[in-house]
């Protein structure tokens, strides 16, 4: 199954040994993002270390353990989705996540709320995919 990933799903995978983490290492699973989801780790890693309770050297490991099974798609690749993804959603963070969706003809992982707005990209909670995992 092919599945874009939000950064909330990344966030909780990282934080918490759980469902969320289980899946993304599921063989089943085909999982992209747009490259944009590594500059939101970045940018909320502080955050994510204190919550996880893992130290830096421990996160970062994870982290690239978690980011390799995902397949990036560069912002460059996405361009010419954008227009289309903002005529969706209004965040400007989001439309990157429904390029990507768009362009890889994939699922949205998320539980942002935001994203259930539009009808064109089905939009998928964690609850769903294992759902969905455990029946392929």
Known sequence: MRVTVDANILFACLIKDSTTRRLFFNPALFLFAPEFIVNEFVFHIKEIEKKSGLDEDELYRLAGKVLSQLTLI??????????????????????LYISCALRENTVIWSHDSDFGMQKRVKVITTKELRSMVGSL
Do not use: N, R
């Not at 560069?74 to 989001?94: H, Q, R, T």
């Open 74 to 95: 560069s912002d460059k690749d996405l361009k010419s989705f954008l227009p289309a993804a903002a005529s969706l959603v209004d965040d400007p963070k989001d439309w």
